[in-house]
């Protein structure tokens, strides 16, 4: 045995917690970043007639697509610099500062003055929320019980939803020729999301370190201390606490992972979990970021929506993605991660490939459009949830954040970056048939990671983390 090892029980203390007022409090100020990216994002797809007009910024269709692709490289490259920031660091340093980057940034878009400015504000935007990604999750998976880990994560991360229906809601108002005028009421929306980001620094002061990063540094007493309050905390609220039902672990104090720790863990210790993250990240992003950020193009091109009622359809659709992982949420904790991962994943597949043919047939309009979506979106927004659980929960604690920001990176890059350009210009073709080819894509590629899954998935149900993935520094 290492001399220098240490032995804790923080793992099983935090697992064993009752759920009380502390956890509100972590879901509260850390899951308002799903929030700010769903606002960022309907706002854009709702907007995206008023700022690309005469009274905004005269954009093209294909540029408000290379726009929306402009916001996920800033994710991509925020997610995986603040990452790595984030496991070196510590959650509560990192996420802080990344709410900062993403509320000045998002203000500084409503003072766009051209179609450059307004695509390099849009990238600082999404560095922002890439680096929230990284340090939100990683941090939010460390701290819930890990009975409730999976409901909680689904239901987080379905919050984007809520900042959807903000979004689109606050477009019909904003976008009222009535209240404002046409060239001014796109750029106060972006105020939005920058007065919530700052709002939230304060909020996110009473969340304290993860005390499981905390242990893993060396930092053992601080950890202790941490978890002393956090137990005080939910103890004096609920009483008696149950004794840890786990047991100890030994860890021994290390420096940082190096790149070839980090392609050793990938590509040798967990190759298939390598392969599953890789593959349910891409295909979420792809079908999403394909059909969303372009939505508000579709209904108004081949549905004849004027661009002040486009907020009124979207609200529908944030409806059913924000109930989906809500309502199917504790189902991925009692039935099993490996199940309804497969069958959300296939079933939504499945009925956007019906979809599909349907709108090349000419056989929908623009509720019809919107009611589908709503129903498919209800399924693949708890697939999309759980995608993140996934490489969040099934990889080492001291690579955690780093981790989820590669994978995030790879599926924004695939399916994000490559989705709403593609779409873009498929729209523009005006082509129903080309739209179709598309929307079979995206459907192909979820109906292939529900198959992957059910191949390679992990049983990582009510588990916790150091027994799924055991720490790097854990003396084995």
Same mark, same amino acid.
């Given at each position: 045995?290492?001399?220098?090892?240490?032995?804790?029980?923080?793992?099983?203390?935090?697992?064993?917690?009752?759920?009380?007022?502390?956890?509100?409090?972590?879901?509260?100020?850390?899951?308002?970043?799903?929030?700010?990216?769903?606002?960022?994002?309907?706002?854009?797809?709702?907007?995206?007639?008023?700022?690309?007009? %005469?009274?905004?910024?005269?954009?093209?269709? =294909?540029?408000?697509?290379?726009?929306? =692709?402009?916001?996920?490289?800033? $994710?991509?490259?925020?997610?995986?610099? +603040?990452?790595?920031?984030?496991?070196?660091?510590?959650?509560?340093?990192?996420?802080?500062?990344?709410?900062?980057?993403?509320?000045?940034?998002? &203000?500084?878009?409503?003072?766009?003055?051209? +179609?450059?400015? *307004?695509?390099?504000?849009?990238?600082?935007?999404?560095?922002?929320?890439?680096?929230?990604?990284?340090?939100?999750?990683?941090?939010?998976?460390?701290?819930?019980?890990? #009975?409730?880990?999976?409901?909680?994560?689904?239901?987080?991360?379905?919050? +984007?939803?809520?900042?959807?229906?903000?979004?689109?809601?606050?477009?019909?108002?904003?976008?009222? %020729?009535?209240?404002?005028?046409?060239?001014?009421?796109?750029?106060?929306?972006?105020?939005?999301?920058?007065?919530?980001?700052?709002?939230?620094?304060?909020? #996110?002061?009473?969340?304290?370190?993860?005390?499981?990063?905390?242990?893993?540094?060396?930092?053992?007493?601080?950890?202790?201390?941490?978890?002393?309050?956090?137990? $005080?905390?939910?103890?004096?609220?609920?009483?008696?606490?149950?004794?840890?039902?786990?047991?100890?672990?030994?860890?021994?104090?290390?420096?940082?992972?190096?790149?070839?720790?980090?392609?050793?863990?990938?590509?040798?210790?967990? %190759? #298939?979990?390598?392969?599953?993250?890789?593959?349910?990240?891409?295909?979420?992003?792809?079908?999403?970021?394909?059909?969303? *950020?372009?939505?508000?193009?579709?209904?108004?091109?081949?549905?004849?929506?004027?661009?002040?009622?486009?907020?009124?359809? &979207?609200?529908?659709?944030?409806?059913?993605?924000?109930?989906?992982?809500?309502?199917?949420?504790?189902?991925?904790?009692?039935?099993?991660?490996?199940?309804?991962?497969?069958?959300?994943?296939?079933?939504?597949?499945?009925?956007?490939?019906?979809?599909?043919?349907?709108?090349?047939?000419?056989?929908?309009?623009?509720?019809?459009?919107?009611?589908?979506?709503?129903?498919?979106? +209800?399924?693949?927004?708890?697939?999309?949830?759980?995608?993140?659980?996934?490489?969040?929960?099934?990889?080492?604690?001291?690579?955690?954040?780093?981790?989820?920001?590669?994978?995030?990176?790879?599926?924004?890059?695939?399916?994000?970056?490559?989705?709403?350009?593609? *779409?873009?210009?498929?729209?523009?073709?005006?082509?129903?048939?080309?739209?179709?080819?598309?929307?079979?894509?995206?459907?192909?590629?979820?109906?292939?990671?529900?198959? /992957?899954?059910?191949?390679?998935? /992990?049983?990582?149900?009510?588990? =916790?983390?150091?027994?799924?993935?055991?720490?790097?520094?854990?003396?084995?």
């Amino acid at each position: 045995m290492a001399e220098r090892s240490y032995e804790t029980d923080i793992p099983a203390r935090l697992d064993r917690l009752p759920w009380q007022r502390f956890h509100w409090l972590v879901i509260a100020a850390l899951g308002i970043t799903w929030i700010l990216d769903g606002l960022e994002v309907t706002l854009v797809g709702s907007l995206s007639g008023a700022f690309a007009g %005469p009274n905004g910024l005269s954009m093209s269709e =294909s540029q408000i697509g290379f726009a929306a =692709s402009a916001y996920l490289a800033g $994710a991509i490259l925020g997610a995986l610099g +603040f990452g790595q920031l984030t496991d070196l660091y510590g959650r509560k340093r990192l996420f802080s500062i990344t709410v900062l980057v993403y509320a000045a940034a998002t &203000i500084a878009t409503g003072f766009s003055w051209n +179609f450059v400015s *307004f695509a390099v504000f849009r990238f600082g935007t999404g560095a922002g929320i890439g680096g929230e990604y990284a340090a939100i999750n990683s941090a939010i998976d460390e701290l819930i019980p890990a #009975r409730a880990r999976g409901w909680t994560d689904l239901a987080v991360n379905g919050t +984007f939803w809520i900042g959807a229906a903000l979004g689109a809601g606050s477009s019909l108002a904003l976008l009222d %020729p009535r209240l404002l005028p046409p060239w001014l009421g796109w750029r106060l929306a972006f105020g939005i999301g920058g007065a919530l980001g700052l709002g939230v620094v304060m909020l #996110r002061r009473l969340v304290p370190e993860s005390p499981r990063w905390l242990m893993t540094h060396g930092r053992l007493a601080e950890a202790e201390r941490v978890v002393r309050e956090i137990e $005080a905390r939910v103890g004096g609220r609920a009483g008696a606490l149950p004794r840890p039902a786990g047991k100890p672990i030994r860890l021994v104090p290390r420096g940082p992972v190096s790149l070839v720790e980090l392609a050793t863990v990938l590509l040798r210790r967990y %190759p #298939r979990r390598t392969l599953l993250g890789l593959t349910l990240m891409a295909a979420q992003a792809f079908c999403y970021n394909a059909v969303f *950020f372009t939505y508000a193009l579709v209904l108004r091109r081949f549905y004849a929506v004027p661009a002040d009622r486009v907020g009124a359809y &979207i609200l529908a659709f944030a409806a059913g993605n924000f109930l989906g992982p809500l309502l199917l949420g504790r189902l991925f904790d009692t039935i099993g991660r490996r199940v309804m991962i497969t069958l959300t994943y296939g079933l939504a597949g499945a009925l956007m490939a019906a979809t599909a043919l349907l709108f090349a047939f000419g056989a929908l309009g623009a509720a019809d459009q919107t009611a589908l979506w709503t129903a498919i979106f +209800f399924i693949a927004s708890a697939a999309a949830s759980a995608a993140y659980l996934t490489v969040g929960e099934t990889f080492p604690l001291e690579l955690r954040a780093l981790i989820i920001a590669l994978f995030y990176a790879f599926g924004a890059a695939i399916g994000g970056i490559a989705g709403p350009s593609l *779409f873009g210009i498929l729209i523009q073709s005006g082509s129903r048939d080309a739209l179709m080819w598309g929307y079979l894509l995206a459907a192909g590629l979820m109906v292939g990671a529900a198959a /992957v899954e059910g191949a390679i998935g /992990v049983n990582a149900e009510r588990r =916790s983390l150091e027994d799924i993935a055991a720490p790097l520094s854990m003396d084995l």
